[in-house]
């Protein structure tokens, strides 16, 4: 990469499109942020996420452009850089990186956002030499990136990582992909809110009902733990129940993968991060097996925000990488490998 | 590999050692069976292993050996060819490949034999075109091998794949390694018979008390297998329940690893294969996502007890291979990659 490129990367989630615009130093030279709602009606998906980029190179000053990569939810088709499915936003096969491609005329990658925010986390971090990486995103629903032998893991579907769908408790609750007991149904942040409107609704929070009444949308993750932090125990109690099973989950994961490192983010880790590094230790020292579990370090990523747009431009940058060591025109389309 | 070549594997068990020679066509050319009990006693386990390697050898018509591949129950070291600790063997820190580097002067190899079983039915499988392969072997305890990118999986501390010791049950029952609710302490053929010990303690399986009495040491799994096929439902609900779960725990692999193969193997497969199969199919319709099951293989290996020794002749040809290929000495004692 020489001192005078760019490279784009793009997050697009379920409230927010972010793009970062990076030069060859790595440092993030521009962001811009767009909302993401309201596209089912008038906007176009495609139109509002080029003029995210847009907005965002020109911040940077309008440098060459080399390459974008783009995180979206799963699952995505890598290999043919299509988006097969976000129910959250209402897509089915949205061919993401031939739109870019075309409108840019720059190579475009695509990888799934949390196997982006575990591999921007692993590698601007401080244990970028851990060969093996799990990434594990608690929020409305909790997101899993793999890394093995410094690769992100796909799998034969391209969707591997659904660790939110690990099945943790048989005949359990029943879970937003419609079976039961899964992880996600246990511990997401809609368990967490179902378990405290329960509380609400029998009257047992006073600090929530006066926070919010009962209109249980205005409890965002930062007044959970506002709450917790007022002393609401049964608030804790709930919270540090899903963390635990969010633990016993990554101890399935060390038992199976033997990582050296995991990589916590997402929502519920930014706002109530002290309760789940607590109750993750603990499930972890319960759960995995002591020869695999001993050197494996635990920690909260750093990235915040930018994680999945900075995992990204690293994706696209190792893929460009790529192309010119092995001279292939073939791998614009990358398979993230 | 030459015409007048063979390779030498061995499968080292906790209760057999089975030593293996193949030629350049990779046909068992011949066969060497040991018992390995006693070995706390009076036998040395270096000098039994050797013994049983000699005299397949000698089977062959003592033909050139260029090499020899090990599977030992885990945790193994593949690295510095050590065998960490077998409880059931009563080994700690054995330097198996050193020993048999030594004695025979050529190439040694370790893996684990779970490892190395999944291997073996994998590459010499009908679907070798697999790149991502989940082998699950319930018996005694239940081992896992996982193969992602068509390399085995060994993590950082060497032993992945403790698929066992996943936690399916929150304060479930005891296991063997101390902890909870593992698939062991719900699935195993221990678990099996602690649930069959009851039904003879309560009086409720006729047909097994006049075959064994209250000596459960007496029930094996092909006695278990006669049970069901005599119409004793209360058996056969015992081992479908373990089965189920075994099913539960491969649709978890499935949702977190997305493989193409999952092979079963091991005691319990053998002698109830039509049960375990019925019911990991119907767990894994329930338990893992329509996209990552789709086009999932689930099949029962082919190769019954030689699946781990020709595992070992697999590993040692692929490492000789590797070898030859970038003429790099140090990796006598490979890691498995």
Redesign the interface.
Known sequence: MKSDECIVGIDIGGTKILSVVVNNKFEIVSRCRKKTKGWAKDIKPAERIIETIEESIQKAGSPKIIGIGVGAPG?VDTKNGII??TPNLGWKDFAIVDILMEHFSVPVFLDNDVNLGTYAEWLLGNNKD???VVGVFPGTGIG?G?I??R?I???????????G??????DGPLCG?G?RGCLEALASRIAIMKEISALILRGESEYLYEKVGTDISKIRSSIIAEVIENGEKKVENIVRKAAY?TG?AI???I??????LVILGGGLIEALGKIYEEEIQKAVK??A?P??R???IIEIGKLGDDAVALGSTLLCLRKLEKIKEFGNENVNKGDG?
């Not at 893991?153 to 660790?163: C, F, L, N, R, T």
């Not at 769908?165 to 048989?170: K, L, P, R, S, V």
């Not at 038992?255 to 050296?260: T, V």
């Open positions: 699952p097969i499915n851990a060969k093996h899993g793999l093995i032998n690769k893991v796909h799998g034969a579907s391209g969707g591997a990582g659904e660790i769908h690990m099945t943790m408790q048989i992909c079976k099973l016993v101890a399935n994961l038992n199976i993968l033997s990582p050296e319960e759960h097996m020869f695999l001993k050197k494996v490998k």
